[in-house]
């Protein structure tokens, strides 16, 4: 079986995060939110190219990993022209703000902030702020709004100005590179009831949820299951690894080392991906219900 960070699955791992649908479909006008078409439509790399595998394997970090993959590719092909990464706005000696790209295409220089999302829809599925993260204090809603009010208007503020004029750069537009994937209670999922919040592309990612409690009883022994650790949790598998039996997995995602919410992709015959879902224990739902129902209280 291929390894963790094998050629092929580097890029299998760019690929989607050029290609897959953005998850946020139309936000606010003020900034670039690509449709799909565009995210159809940029170039790939040769497979040739050794991609770069996580810099830190034993404490990978899902963004860093998702921004050094863009990086890579933004260095490694015509269209677009990289001036920066990851570039610090310093205000009284702390960090303001970083963009992460600045990216110049036909003589215009655009902001470009990469975010890389799964949330997981717990109450109103129409509400942003009802959909919750592995981690429940992130939310869709917490996100979009961190998006336009912070991220995305950095190069506005006087301190980027400052930076950008000694640079000899002018920010002319910002764009928002977001992806990941929406997660559906199991029987919405299956039904493919896939009511969202009106800021998400229509055809966005999706998978499911369950609790640990109802896991074993949606699934069984005739497929084969992973349980996805986070260098997993972009492209979806092709032989990457081995699957596990039902039993196996259930131990797994209830033992003591059992994280809140747990990543698991189910497998055919031939070890390929037919659907991906968190299983969540009763700390994560209980989390997701304290913090629905706190917002549900400022909106009133």
């Not at 990978?60 to 990289?82: K, P, V």
């Not at 963009?99 to 215009?108: A, S, Y």
């Not at 059992?258 to 994560?284: C, H, M």
Request: hydrophobic letters at 35%; a negative charge.
């Amino acid at each position: 079986m291929p390894s963790m960070h094998s050629k092929d699955r580097q890029h299998r791992d760019l690929e989607w995060a050029l290609h897959s649908t953005p998850l946020v479909g139309e936000g606010t006008p003020a900034f670039i939110w690509p449709s799909s078409t565009w995210f159809a439509n940029l170039p790939s790399l040769p497979r040739s190219l050794n991609l770069p595998a996580p810099k830190y394997p034993n404490h990978f970090r899902l963004g860093h990993h998702f921004e050094r993959l863009l990086e890579y590719w933004l260095n490694h092909q015509r269209y677009f022209d990289l001036m920066a990464a990851n570039l610090q706005i310093n205000q009284d000696k702390r960090t303001l703000g970083e963009f992460d790209f600045l990216v110049k295409h036909k003589e215009k220089v655009a902001h470009w902030e990469t975010a890389i999302k799964f949330y997981l829809v717990y109450g109103d599925n129409e509400n942003p702020f009802h959909w919750f993260g592995p981690n429940p204090k992130d939310s869709l809603g917490d996100k979009y709004t961190h998006l336009i009010n912070h991220q995305l208007p950095l190069s506005e503020h006087p301190d980027s100005i400052k930076l950008l004029s000694e640079m000899s750069i002018e920010v002319d537009s910002a764009l928002c590179f977001m992806k990941g994937r929406l997660f559906y209670p199991f029987e919405q999922f299956f039904l493919e009831e896939f009511l969202h919040p009106s800021i998400v592309n229509p055809n966005h990612g999706k998978g499911w949820w369950l609790t640990t409690s109802a896991f074993t009883l949606h699934f069984d022994n005739t497929r084969q299951y992973k349980l996805l650790e986070k260098s997993y949790w972009l492209a979806p598998l092709e032989k990457d690894i081995k699957g596990e039996s039902l039993d196996s997995i259930s131990k797994r995602i209830t033992g003591p080392k059992a994280q809140t919410a747990s990543l698991i992709a189910v497998l055919d015959d031939d070890d390929k991906e037919l659907s991906r879902g968190f299983v969540v224990n009763e700390n994560w739902i209980n989390l997701a219900s304290s913090k629905s129902l706190h917002r549900d209280k400022l909106q009133r």
